[in-house]
């Protein structure tokens, strides 16, 4: 396998996050270049192939996998499909970058995290909020001293719901909006803080506008607090109208800062005719928008994707990995189960042979009878 030149990287997926992985990696063009893609719809393989002048396409992943200079796969699929990818993936000697959340269920989450360490390839978790250089600066000046110590820490993540079907489907995708962009705040909040250990979740969560087409919260709110003091609020929308919303508050006893993702770059724009595209999910654009440039690169994945090619190569060490990804999974088990009963449950907590996260709160008796 080479080891000098740059990685070459296969993508699994071809719609809406593989196309970011695609740019994102042409956007740090010196570490990586995509080589490949798989994904079974072969007009959406083909068509993102095109867009990037990505050589080869298959329909099957496995077939992929048998490309010996390919040394990172970036797994861009569903949730549910996670844990078997990754297993395909080590055992092909591939290191492995797996989108959030890392997998359905605990048990699939400790596996991908020993199958990957028994065949010696990385796992590393593709969470960007550790790279969006806005809330980097958070960090740093939280770091740096600046706030004192922290409290807390609140990030929230809205917006009207997914783009694709499979997300409605919580047999695909294991939970609405907390799993699917609570494990972004959470993981967030736990790496910002340090890594302490979270002792306890608190979860009040429901479907208020999409009922007729998920069994899954479209809104959920959810309180985390660490050994170290410090709490997190972490709140989540499918529910919220008017395209992305992203932010983070960080309190400390010396100082707050506040950070709006989207807004404080964005151009307050007024227009009579709309234009191409203003900010992801962004409903219109005619009339007041706020349009965002560099979009990708104020997300921060041009710059995840680049370090993980250079951990690839050992220059870097991960700096988000399968083991934050499992802590991340084991809060929103406690948090649909905090759902379901109504009250704070401490951690550790496991919940053996459960099938998806959301089921400790659609399955819980005081849920039934809340309903
Ligand atoms: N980091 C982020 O901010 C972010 C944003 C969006 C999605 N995601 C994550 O990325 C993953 C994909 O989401 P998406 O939005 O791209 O969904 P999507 O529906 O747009 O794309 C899913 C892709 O998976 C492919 N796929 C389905 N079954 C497959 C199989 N058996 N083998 C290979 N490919 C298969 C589909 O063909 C499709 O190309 C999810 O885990 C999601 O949570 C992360």
Redesign the pocket.
């Known amino acids: 396998m080479a080891k000098d030149g740059k990685v070459k990287i296969g993508i699994?997926?071809?719609?809406?996050?593989?196309?970011?992985h695609a740019a994102a990696i042409q956007m740090g063009p010196q570490e990586a270049e995509v080589v490949a893609i798989?994904?079974?719809?072969q007009g959406?393989?083909a068509a993102?192939a095109k867009r990037y002048g990505i050589p080869r396409v298959f329909t099957?992943?496995r077939e992929m996998l048998k490309e010996s200079d390919i040394e990172m796969v970036t797994?861009?699929?569903?949730?549910s499909?996670?844990a078997q990818?990754t297993a395909d993936c080590a055992q092909a000697g591939k290191h492995v970058v797996?989108?959030?959340?890392l997998a359905m269920t605990i048990e699939e989450g400790q596996h991908m995290v020993e199958v990957t360490k028994k065949h010696g390839v990385l796992l590393m978790y593709?969470?960007?909020l550790f790279f969006t250089p806005k809330y980097l600066k958070a960090k740093e000046m939280a770091d740096a001293g600046a706030f004192g110590k922290v409290y807390l820490v609140k990030q929230s993540e809205k917006h009207f719901g997914?783009?694709?079907?499979?997300?409605w489907d919580v047999n695909r995708?294991g939970g609405g909006a907390l799993m699917?962009l609570g494990?972004?705040g959470i993981a967030f909040c736990y790496w910002f803080l340090g890594r302490p250990a979270i002792k306890s979740v608190y979860c009040q969560m429901g479907t208020y506008v999409h009922g007729d087409k998920t069994k899954a919260e479209d809104d959920s709110l959810c309180i985390l607090e660490f050994a170290n003091g410090a709490v997190g609020l972490i709140e989540n929308s499918w529910a919220r109208r008017g395209g992305m919303d992203d932010r983070l508050e960080v309190y400390g006893e010396q100082g707050v800062t506040y950070a709006n993702l989207h807004m404080g770059n964005a151009l307050p724009t007024y227009s009579e005719n709309g234009y191409g595209y203003a900010v992801e999910k962004a409903p219109t654009t005619t009339g007041w928008s706020y349009p965002v440039f560099e979009e990708l690169w104020n997300?921060g994945?041009p710059q995840e994707m680049t370090h993980f090619a250079r951990c690839a190569r050992g220059k870097e060490t991960p700096r988000v990995t399968g083991e934050d990804g499992l802590v991340v999974l084991e809060a929103i088990y406690a948090g649909y189960a905090s759902a379901g009963e109504g009250r704070k449950i401490g951690l550790p907590f496991r919940a053996q042979g459960v099938k998806k996260p959301i089921d400790l709160w659609l399955n819980s008796s005081s849920y039934q009878t809340n309903r």
């Open positions: 699994i997926g071809s719609q809406f996050e593989a196309d970011i798989a994904s079974p719809t959406n393989a993102l099957d992943y797994i861009a699929a569903p949730n499909l996670h990818m797996c989108e959030k959340p593709a969470e960007e997914p783009h694709s079907p499979w997300f995708s699917d494990c972004h997300y994945f």
